[in-house]
C-alpha cells in the first residue's frame, strides 16, 4: 500500500505529464473561452449542448416556477484527486450534496461549483439520475481543461436560464488552473444575469505567488470583463482558493470583493474559525499545517443579497456497503473514510429585483 507521500508525488507527476501541449488547445491564457452547457435529454439518452443566449428560451427551463425563484444556493467543493476509489468517494459527496439539496425551499435556485473533478468523476456525475433531472452540466468530458488529469465543474438548476458559460484559463499556472464562469438569469432579475464563477487557485506557497495575479484576472471578469457592467446583477466566485499565505486575506479587498464568510463574522482575516481544511487531512499532513481556510466565496454587486454562509461535508465518507474502498482509505493512515481531505462551503444569495440597464 502506497503511503500519502507517494501518492501525492506520483499525482504531482502524473498531473505535469498530462498538461495539454498548446497546438491542442483552443484558447488563449487570461481571456474568455466559450465552451458548451448541457441538459440531459431522457428521451434520446444522451447530454445534449443547450443554447446559451442572452434572450434563451430553452426548452429545458420551467418558466412557471423559475418565476417563483427568490433566492440562489451556491455549493462549492473540493473533492481530492489524488485520492484512491475515487468513484466510491464521489458517489457518496454526490449523495451529500443530493440530500443538502433536497431540504431547500422550491424558491431557491442551486448552483454547484466542484473543484479537482477527474475525468472518470464526471462520469460518476453525469450519471446520477438527480443530476439529470435538476441540473445543467459544464463538461462531460476533459475537453476545456488545460489538463488531461484534473479541473473545474459547474451543475446550474435548470430552472434558471444559462445565458453565457465561459473559461479563462489563467496564464500564470503551474497547474493548469482556471476559472470557470456561469451567466444565469430568473425573471425576478431578468434581464440581468448572475456570474458564477468557480476556480481553484494554485497550490502551494510559491515564489513568485501565482494567487494574486490569478484573482485579479478572475475580478476582471466579475466587474464586467468588457462587457456592459451594467448588465451583471451581481457577480460571485467560490472554489478552493489555497488560502496559506499572509497576502491571501486581503485578495478580496485588493480586487473590489466582499469575502461571505467575513461579512457574515464567520471568521475574521486574524483566524482559521472559518477553517475548511485540515480537520479531515490525513494526520501527519493536519500535524504539519494545522488548519485554514482555503475555501472562500468572493462576491459584488446590487442585485444580490448575501443572506448566509455555512460549510457542508464535514465527516462524510465512504459507505459500510463498500468495505474494500473503505479500508484502502483507512490503510493510508485517516481516522475516517473521508470521500476528501477538504470542507465545501454553501452561500446563499438572495435576488433583488432591479431592472434598471
Same mark, same amino acid.
Given at each position: ?51 446559451? =443566449?442572452?434572450?434563451?428560451? $430553452?426548452?429545458? *427551463?420551467?418558466?412557471?416556477?423559475? %418565476?417563483?425563484?427568490? #433566492?440562489? &444556493? @451556491? ?109 444565469? =438569469?430568473?425573471?425576478?432579475? $431578468?434581464?440581468? *444575469?448572475?456570474?458564477?464563477?468557480? %476556480?481553484?487557485?494554485? #497550490?502551494? &506557497? @510559491? ?129 475516517? &473514510? ?20
Amino acid at each position: 500500500m502506497a503511503t500519502m507521500e507517494e501518492l501525492m508525488q506520483k499525482a504531482i507527476q502524473q498531473s505535469t505529464a498530462q498538461k495539454k501541449p498548446s497546438e491542442l488547445t483552443h484558447w488563449k491564457p487570461d481571456e474568455p473561452w466559450q465552451q458548451s452547457c448541457y441538459a440531459w435529454d431522457a428521451e434520446a439518452e444522451i447530454w445534449e449542448i443547450i443554447k446559451t =443566449t442572452p434572450a434563451s428560451s $430553452s426548452a429545458a *427551463v420551467d418558466k412557471a416556477t423559475s %418565476s417563483k425563484i427568490t #433566492s440562489i &444556493a @451556491l455549493y462549492s467543493w473540493n473533492i481530492d484527486f489524488m485520492l484512491p476509489c475515487a468513484e466510491a468517494r464521489m458517489s457518496a459527496a454526490l449523495a451529500h450534496l443530493e440530500e443538502l439539496t433536497s431540504r431547500l425551499p422550491s424558491t431557491t435556485a442551486i448552483v454547484i461549483g466542484l473543484q479537482e473533478m477527474t475525468p472518470s468523476d464526471l462520469i460518476t456525475i453525469s450519471h446520477q439520475p438527480w443530476v439529470r433531472n435538476k441540473l445543467y452540466l459544464t463538461d462531460v468530458d476533459s475537453s476545456a481543461w488545460g489538463s488531461g488529469m484534473y479541473g473545474t465543474t459547474t451543475l446550474v438548476d435548470r430552472r434558471l436560464e444559462v445565458a453565457s458559460c465561459f473559461r479563462v484559463h489563467y496564464a500564470a499556472t503551474r497547474m493548469e488552473r482556471d476559472a470557470l464562469f456561469v451567466d444565469v =438569469t430568473a425573471p425576478a432579475i $431578468s434581464p440581468k *444575469v448572475i456570474r458564477f464563477s468557480n %476556480s481553484h487557485l494554485e #497550490s502551494l &506557497a @510559491l515564489d513568485p505567488p501565482l494567487r494574486p495575479t490569478q484573482m485579479q484576472v478572475a475580478a476582471k471578469y466579475l466587474h464586467g470583463g468588457g462587457e456592459k457592467e451594467e448588465q451583471l446583477a451581481g457577480a460571485v466566485i467560490a472554489g478552493d482558493f489555497n488560502a496559506i499565505q499572509p497576502f491571501d486575506a486581503n485578495l478580496h479587498t485588493d480586487n473590489g470583493l466582499k469575502d461571505a464568510c467575513l461579512e457574515l463574522g464567520c471568521a475574521s482575516v486574524y483566524d482559521n474559525a472559518g477553517a475548511t481544511w485540515g480537520q479531515q487531512a490525513h494526520p501527519a499532513a493536519r500535524e504539519r499545517f494545522g488548519l485554514s481556510r482555503m475555501d472562500k466565496a468572493f462576491f459584488c454587486g446590487s442585485g444580490i443579497k448575501l443572506q448566509a454562509f455555512e460549510r457542508i461535508g464535514a465527516d462524510v465518507v465512504v459507505g459500510d456497503d463498500k468495505p474494500e474502498q473503505k479500508d484502502k482509505l483507512l490503510q493510508l493512515g485517516f481516522e475516517k &473514510a473521508w470521500v476528501t481531505d477538504h470542507l465545501g462551503i454553501k452561500v446563499t444569495f438572495g435576488l433583488v429585483q432591479d431592472t434598471r440597464l
